[in-house]
Protein backbone atom coordinates (compact mmCIF):
# COMPACT_ATOMS: atom_id res chain seq x y z
CA UNK A 1 0.00 0.00 0.00
CA UNK A 2 3.15 2.22 0.83
CA UNK A 3 4.46 1.43 -2.50
CA UNK A 4 1.16 2.74 -4.38
CA UNK A 5 1.15 6.00 -2.12
CA UNK A 6 4.36 6.51 -3.20
CA UNK A 7 4.08 5.88 -6.94
CA UNK A 8 0.84 8.03 -7.12
CA UNK A 9 2.81 10.82 -5.40
CA UNK A 10 5.59 10.67 -8.54
CA UNK A 11 3.21 10.50 -10.93
CA UNK A 12 1.46 13.37 -9.81
CA UNK A 13 4.90 15.54 -9.80
CA UNK A 14 4.98 15.23 -13.86
CA UNK A 15 7.77 16.65 -16.09
CA UNK A 16 7.95 19.65 -14.34
CA UNK A 17 5.75 21.79 -16.13
CA UNK A 18 2.51 23.51 -14.45
CA UNK A 19 -0.71 23.55 -16.29
CA UNK A 20 -2.00 26.70 -14.81
CA UNK A 21 -0.23 29.88 -13.08
CA UNK A 22 -1.33 32.30 -10.59
CA UNK A 23 -0.76 35.21 -12.56
CA UNK A 24 -0.12 38.77 -11.58
CA UNK A 25 -2.22 41.35 -10.12
CA UNK A 26 -3.63 43.55 -12.85
CA UNK A 27 -2.65 41.35 -15.74
CA UNK A 28 -5.32 40.06 -17.91
CA UNK A 29 -3.46 40.50 -21.29
CA UNK A 30 -0.67 39.36 -23.32
CA UNK A 31 0.98 40.26 -26.59
CA UNK A 32 3.86 38.63 -27.95
CA UNK A 33 6.15 40.58 -30.25
CA UNK A 34 7.59 38.90 -33.19
CA UNK A 35 11.25 37.56 -31.80
CA UNK A 36 14.43 38.90 -33.80
CA UNK A 37 16.30 36.30 -35.07
CA UNK A 38 19.85 36.60 -34.04
CA UNK A 39 20.74 33.44 -36.20
CA UNK A 40 21.42 32.53 -39.39
CA UNK A 41 18.41 30.17 -39.85
CA UNK A 42 15.45 31.56 -41.66
CA UNK A 43 12.19 32.13 -39.94
CA UNK A 44 13.20 31.06 -36.82
CA UNK A 45 11.68 34.09 -34.97
CA UNK A 46 8.61 33.40 -36.79
CA UNK A 47 8.14 29.79 -35.54
CA UNK A 48 9.11 30.30 -32.16
CA UNK A 49 6.65 33.20 -32.13
CA UNK A 50 3.74 30.72 -32.95
CA UNK A 51 5.00 28.73 -30.47
CA UNK A 52 4.96 30.56 -27.75
CA UNK A 53 1.74 31.98 -28.53
CA UNK A 54 0.15 28.32 -28.25
CA UNK A 55 1.90 27.82 -25.01
CA UNK A 56 0.46 30.98 -23.48
CA UNK A 57 -2.93 30.45 -24.30
CA UNK A 58 -2.58 26.78 -23.89
CA UNK A 59 -0.98 27.47 -20.00
CA UNK A 60 -2.53 30.33 -19.06
CA UNK A 61 -5.78 32.27 -18.93
CA UNK A 62 -4.40 35.73 -19.77
CA UNK A 63 -6.16 36.85 -23.63
CA UNK A 64 -4.10 38.16 -26.66
CA UNK A 65 -3.87 41.83 -27.06
CA UNK A 66 -2.48 44.37 -29.26
CA UNK A 67 0.83 45.83 -28.19
CA UNK A 68 -0.58 48.75 -27.14
CA UNK A 69 -3.21 47.79 -25.24
CA UNK A 70 -1.49 44.51 -23.25
CA UNK A 71 -0.65 44.26 -19.58
CA UNK A 72 2.01 41.99 -20.31
CA UNK A 73 4.27 42.70 -23.38
CA UNK A 74 6.68 39.85 -23.88
CA UNK A 75 9.35 40.66 -26.62
CA UNK A 76 12.63 38.56 -27.33
CA UNK A 77 15.47 36.85 -29.57
CA UNK A 78 16.18 33.56 -30.97
CA UNK A 79 19.59 33.92 -30.14
CA UNK A 80 21.21 30.17 -30.86
CA UNK A 81 20.48 27.57 -33.66
CA UNK A 82 23.40 24.97 -34.07
CA UNK A 83 23.19 21.44 -35.33
CA UNK A 84 26.17 18.94 -34.03
CA UNK A 85 27.19 15.88 -35.23
CA UNK A 86 26.64 13.34 -32.19
CA UNK A 87 27.68 10.02 -33.99
CA UNK A 88 29.16 9.18 -37.74
CA UNK A 89 28.53 5.69 -39.04
CA UNK A 90 30.61 4.77 -42.06
CA UNK A 91 33.19 6.95 -44.14
CA UNK A 92 32.14 10.17 -42.53
CA UNK A 93 28.16 9.37 -42.82
CA UNK A 94 26.26 11.17 -40.24
CA UNK A 95 24.49 8.24 -38.31
CA UNK A 96 22.65 10.91 -35.67
CA UNK A 97 23.04 14.96 -35.09
CA UNK A 98 21.49 17.18 -32.72
CA UNK A 99 19.62 20.56 -32.80
CA UNK A 100 20.29 22.89 -30.05
CA UNK A 101 18.26 26.54 -30.25
CA UNK A 102 18.37 29.03 -27.47
CA UNK A 103 16.33 32.32 -26.93
CA UNK A 104 16.61 35.49 -24.94
CA UNK A 105 12.96 36.40 -23.49
CA UNK A 106 11.65 39.64 -21.79
CA UNK A 107 8.01 39.77 -19.53
CA UNK A 108 7.36 43.10 -18.88
CA UNK A 109 4.13 45.16 -18.41
CA UNK A 110 3.24 48.14 -19.70
CA UNK A 111 5.11 50.59 -17.55
CA UNK A 112 8.21 48.59 -18.50
CA UNK A 113 8.35 46.71 -15.31
CA UNK A 114 10.11 43.64 -15.82
CA UNK A 115 8.76 40.36 -14.62
CA UNK A 116 11.17 37.73 -16.10
CA UNK A 117 14.26 37.99 -17.75
CA UNK A 118 15.94 35.04 -19.48
CA UNK A 119 19.09 34.64 -21.33
CA UNK A 120 20.06 31.95 -24.06
CA UNK A 121 17.30 29.45 -22.41
CA UNK A 122 18.13 26.27 -24.83
CA UNK A 123 16.42 23.38 -25.74
CA UNK A 124 18.00 20.38 -27.66
CA UNK A 125 16.83 17.22 -29.34
CA UNK A 126 18.36 14.44 -31.08
CA UNK A 127 17.76 13.21 -34.54
CA UNK A 128 18.82 10.40 -36.94
CA UNK A 129 17.84 10.43 -40.58
CA UNK A 130 18.44 6.59 -40.86
CA UNK A 131 15.26 6.28 -38.62
CA UNK A 132 13.61 8.78 -40.05
CA UNK A 133 13.57 11.89 -38.33
CA UNK A 134 14.89 15.07 -39.99
CA UNK A 135 15.56 18.35 -38.92
CA UNK A 136 12.32 20.02 -39.22
CA UNK A 137 11.10 17.28 -36.85
CA UNK A 138 13.15 18.23 -34.24
CA UNK A 139 13.49 21.83 -34.91
CA UNK A 140 9.57 21.16 -34.15
CA UNK A 141 10.35 19.60 -31.10
CA UNK A 142 12.78 21.92 -29.77
CA UNK A 143 10.37 25.07 -30.73
CA UNK A 144 7.74 23.31 -28.49
CA UNK A 145 9.66 22.00 -25.43
CA UNK A 146 11.51 25.89 -25.48
CA UNK A 147 8.42 27.40 -25.73
CA UNK A 148 6.77 25.22 -22.52
CA UNK A 149 10.52 26.13 -20.50
CA UNK A 150 9.93 29.77 -21.46
CA UNK A 151 6.15 29.81 -20.33
CA UNK A 152 7.20 27.66 -16.71
CA UNK A 153 10.30 29.72 -16.34
CA UNK A 154 8.45 33.23 -16.61
CA UNK A 155 5.36 32.39 -14.37
CA UNK A 156 6.50 29.59 -11.93
CA UNK A 157 7.27 32.17 -9.15
CA UNK A 158 3.90 34.17 -9.24
Known amino acids: MRRMAVLVALLSLGCGYRTNFTMPEGIKTYAV ?9 QNA ?11 MNAKTPLKV ?11 GS ?6 RVLREAWEDQV ?3 QLVIGVNVKFEKKDGTVLYEGKNIQR ?10 TE ?4 DQVMSELARKVVSLAFERW
Open 33 to 41: KVFKNDTLY
Open 95 to 97: AEY
Open 136 to 139: RWAR
Open 124 to 133: AANYSITRGR
Open 78 to 83: VATYQR
Open 45 to 55: DFEFTQELFRE
Open 65 to 75: AESADADLIIS
